[in-house]
Structures are given as C-alpha cells and as structure tokens.
C-alpha cells in the first residue's frame, strides 16, 4: 500500500522524493500504509516510481487495482527470472532443473516476492537477465538491464560492477580492469541519470537511500548490536552517549566490512567465481546492512 500511496503522488505531479504518502491526506490510499512510512520518502529508482505512477492512472486511481497492478509486476519480474535461469545455468555448466527449482519455484519466492507484491522482484528479474546477456558475450546489454534494474532499486548495481570487470575476460591484471569498468559505470550511470530526467524526478533517491534504516529490527546484526550497547551503556549510567550515536557507529562498521570483504572478493574474483563472489557480497550487505527484512 505504500507503494500504491507513493503511484498516487506521481499520477498527480507530486514527487516522492521530497515527500511521504500523508501528503495527499486522508483517503484510501493513504489509509492502509503503515505510519512508519507515512512520512518517508521513496529510496526507489526513477523507473520503478514512473511505472508506480503507470499503474496508478491506469487503474483509474482504484487503489485495490494499482495493488493487483503492482502484484502483477512482481510476477512479470519472477516470470523473467524464469526466463533466464535456465541459459544462465547452463552458461556454467550447472543443472537448469535444480536451479530453477531454488530460484522460481521455491515457495518463498512466492511468499516473499509475488505475495507482498515487492519491487526486488523485478529487481531481480532485470539484475539475472543483465548477468545472462553478459555471460553470452553481450556486455553492453547487460549493462543497460542491470541500470535498469538499478532504477528500480540500488543494490543491482553491484551487476554492473561485474559485468565491467569480467568484460574483457579472466587472468588480467586489476590495471586492465579499469578502462571497462569505467566503461560499464559510464553507460549505466546515462540510463539511469536519463530515466531521472525522463521522468522529471531528478536524482532526489540518492539522498533517500538510507529510509530503510528508519526501521530497528534485531534481525540485522549491526542494528541489534547497536541497541544492545546502547541499552549496556544506559545502564551503567553512561546517558551522554545515545543509542542513537551508537547505532550509527555500528552501522558504518557494518556496512564498511561488507565493502571491503566486496573489494576483495571482486579482485579475487577469477578464483572465487564471479557469480560466486557477487552472491556473497550482496548477502555480506543484507546481513551487515542497517536493517534486514525477510525479502531481502
């Protein structure tokens, strides 16, 4: 419903970027979103929000159909996954069958991606299909499904990343992996900086990347580390110190270790695996991130 609220701002000019879902008062689309969002801007890309927007004119602002619409979504993105899974296996060598078993048919796929109707599973539709063109030697493409993918939420740019390091091939030294690189960011950055211009957004999500740290669930290591400190150092009588400042503290040394484990296994990439080492290091920023949510 959040989603839903925040297609109702872009069918009526107002951007999510500057403002939550209350902005449009009282109403059916507003009612049903958790208060903890009402006030919150969108951390999302710029494609997400302008199809958001889409479903919300298209249903005729019924917010029960931009719901259906945006579920939908979710299973054109798992659908897509479908799609690429089998060539992607086959590209390494593995058993389609198993693979897609775990990644499509696997019921918390359906649970947590097409049943609360989330944007990760397009997300992830967009990332598998970029990662499949590019190990069938069509890099450019690759790169543009993963900016794609990237407009509709951050953490797929780490398929870019690799796509621009492997693209012209194992064995070279970490010089000769920066021309591509600078090439893969260089296309990426155009389509996403041109769908924020297309879609009069501007790049306003940048700033808002860190709503999702709004929430303090236990479920993250970092945030659970850092309410329990900060509760220790209340109870020793060590006010001046706020669980506020420590959870900041721990955060950043989270997200820091998941960055530098992720440079590291980039380098070592031809050893590791690329597929192998991209896996990890997006698990390494869903543990080691401010919050954890059960889709991630």
């Excluded at 008062?25 to 929000?49: C, E, I, M, R, S």
Aim: glycine letters at 12%; a positive charge; proline letters at 6%.
């Amino acid at each position: 419903y959040s989603y839903a609220a925040q297609g109702e701002m872009m069918s009526h000019h107002i951007n999510p970027y500057s403002y939550g879902p209350y902005t449009l008062g009282a109403g059916p689309y507003v009612n049903p979103v958790d208060p903890l969002w009402l006030n919150t801007p969108a951390p999302y890309g710029p494609l997400f929000l302008a199809m958001d927007g889409f479903f919300a004119s298209l249903s005729l602002h019924h917010v029960l159909v931009t719901v259906v619409l945006l579920r939908l979504s979710a299973v054109g993105g798992v659908a897509l996954i479908a799609a690429c899974i089998p060539a992607l296996a086959r590209s390494f060598g593995k058993d389609h069958g198993a693979v897609y078993v775990m990644a499509v048919l696997n019921p918390l796929v359906t649970l947590t991606l097409v049943g609360a109707a989330h944007n990760d599973a397009l997300m992830l539709g967009l990332l598998v299909a970029g990662i499949t063109a590019a190990r069938y030697r069509h890099p450019v493409w690759g790169v543009l499904l993963c900016a794609l993918a990237t407009a509709i939420k951050v953490p797929a740019a780490l398929g870019v990343v690799y796509i621009g390091w492997g693209w012209t091939g194992p064995g070279l030294s970490w010089r000769q992996h920066v021309r591509p690189m600078a090439t893969a960011a260089r296309l990426s950055i155009a389509a996403v900086l041109g769908l924020s211009l297309v879609t009069g957004l501007g790049v306003g999500w940048v700033a808002n990347l860190g709503t999702p740290g709004t929430v303090r669930s236990w479920l993250a290591p970092a945030t659970g580390i850092g309410m329990a400190l900060g509760g220790a150092l209340h109870t020793v009588g060590l006010d001046a110190i706020s669980t506020t400042t420590v959870l900041s503290v721990t955060r950043v040394l989270g997200l820091a270790t998941a960055a530098g484990i992720s440079v590291y296994l980039l380098v070592r990439s031809d050893r590791v695996g690329a597929l192998r080492a991209m896996g990890i290091s997006m698990l390494l920023f869903v543990v080691l991130g401010p919050v954890v949510q059960p889709w991630y």
